[in-house]
């Protein structure tokens, strides 16, 4: 599998560089699995914001806006959103002025994940040392092992020191006085980070819309938003609530590799990014009753997607080998790149099957030995086409990036890269002017029937029943 297989050409002039203004006025294209491929064109009606529908290479699209999205999800449906906060992790520094008077240069600090005094990103951005070690991407000239770079704290200053550094990427130990906390340093020194595709300065007004309305203060931790939130106002919210639709809360803290593009030349040797995620118990087991009940679910984002699927499969591992499960298991659950591919193949081999119950008992279970109230883990999950979903029966989020990890996803979860690549083109040969990537518009993607896993004791009825 090439990446080039993943490529599509994406127009500058197509970037959205500032977000639909309000949230929900953004578009949102839908598809659903169709018969044989021909073109309908639905007359525009007055008032109705639905512009036309095409079926090609078996997938219908619907021009729609964000804001019908409580008429299009069928009541029922479990909606899962990831709840991490972005912080301001850009900061602008100064390199160090010599007694020769040189240096005072330019420099960014991209904090990527923490390493001291814990690795945990919401307990870090609490700590009140007065100091921090972080995973960062060093931008500026001459900055080697030892530099200082130096930024304002609005009236004070922060002390950064390379300590090591890898190309691009450092240890970067941060030193400030007071008794404030990371997360308060931050505040005062650090900028939005925005992706660089933007490549514009993050403005005031980004410290809101670059921020879902759902996001916890309790759970900071992203560098970059889970995008597809992005398009939510309190009175969506609301609007699916009324109209029956159920929801539940997880957390992934978005990293800095969600914009990297696949660069190898096979799929397979790509190194994936790993990323912290979360659920309570309680919403755990809410996912749970309605997975009984044959709701369909519907994740809000690849990054609550990537977290559903991985909590599967880390339960899986976990009652494959019980032992993992009492006091000598892991006090943090971790999934590899291809773990998940792994044990699909033993327990294929086997003709096992593990169902969810099954999977988020063991994930309980494990939690509760250690006296937790929520499962936490790190993930390494690689999604692509011939990765079969456990707990996705469509999907809402952004048009994504040429040969990204993003769209490989979405590419597994349409049954292949040539469905996606012809709902691509559709949308930027439409007249509705679609723009794309993070604060660009959504799209409302129905799963095909060959990418779900069979784990399930039942299935209803299509997350987008009302589109039928």
Request: glycine fraction near 8%.
């Amino acid at each position: 599998m090439s990446p080039d297989d993943f490529n599509y050409n994406l127009p500058q002039e197509r970037i959205a560089l500032f977000p639909a203004e309000p949230r929900d006025s953004s578009r949102l294209l839908v598809t659903t699995p169709g018969g044989s491929p021909k073109e309908v064109v639905i007359p525009e009606i007055p008032g109705d914001s639905q512009a036309a529908a095409v079926l090609d290479e078996g997938i219908v699209t619907h021009h729609r806006m964000f804001r019908d999205i409580s008429k299009l999800v069928a009541p029922g449906t479990m909606m899962i959103f990831n709840e991490s906060r972005v912080i301001p992790a850009r900061i602008t520094a100064r390199k160090e002025i010599t007694e020769h008077g040189q240096g005072g240069g330019r420099a960014e600090v991209m904090c990527l994940h923490p390493l001291q005094p814990t690795t945990d990103p919401g307990a870090a951005l609490l700590a009140k040392s007065g100091k921090a070690v972080w995973r960062a991407l060093v931008k500026g000239r001459n900055i080697a092992e030892g530099s200082r770079l130096f930024a304002d704290l609005q009236g004070s200053s922060l002390e950064c020191l390379i300590e090591a550094r890898d190309g691009r990427d450092a240890d970067v130990r941060f030193s400030w006085e007071g008794d404030m906390n990371w997360a308060e340093v931050l505040e005062k020194a650090g900028e939005v980070p925005l992706p660089p595709y933007m490549n514009r300065d993050a403005q005031k007004s980004d410290r809101d819309r670059y921020q879902t309305v759902y996001a916890d203060d309790d759970q900071k931790g992203s560098v970059a938003a889970p995008t597809a939130g992005l398009h939510f106002s309190p009175e969506i919210i609301e609007s699916l609530d009324t109209a029956g639709v159920d929801s539940a809360r997880v957390t992934l803290h978005v990293g800095a590799g969600t914009f990297q593009p696949v660069t190898a030349k096979r799929v397979q040797d790509h190194s994936m990014h790993t990323e912290q995620i979360s659920i309570s118990l309680e919403y755990l087991d809410k996912i749970n009753e309605a997975v009984a009940t044959g709701a369909p679910i519907l994740p809000v984002g690849t990054t609550a997607a990537r977290t559903l699927e991985s909590l599967y499969w880390m339960g899986v591992a976990l009652t494959i080998d019980p032992i993992q499960v009492g006091e000598w298991g892991p006090e943090s659950l971790r999934l590899g790149q291809w773990d998940a591919w792994r044990m699909k193949e033993a327990l294929d081999s086997e003709s096992k099957g593990i169902g969810i119950h099954e999977s988020f008992r063991s994930l309980r279970r494990w939690a509760r030995k250690r006296g937790h109230d929520s499962v936490i883990g790190h993930t390494q999950l690689l999604i692509v086409p011939g990765y079969k979903f456990a707990l996705c029966d469509a999907l809402l989020t952004n048009f994504h990036q040429p040969k990204s990890t993003l769209l490989m996803m979405i590419s597994a979860l349409m049954g292949g890269p040539t469905p996606v690549r012809s709902v691509y083109e559709r949308a930027l040969e439409s007249k509705v002017g679609y723009r794309f990537l993070s604060y660009g518009d959504a799209c409302l993607l129905e799963a095909s029937s060959d990418s779900l896993r069979d784990c399930r004791p039942v299935r209803n009825h299509p997350a987008l029943l009302k589109l039928r």
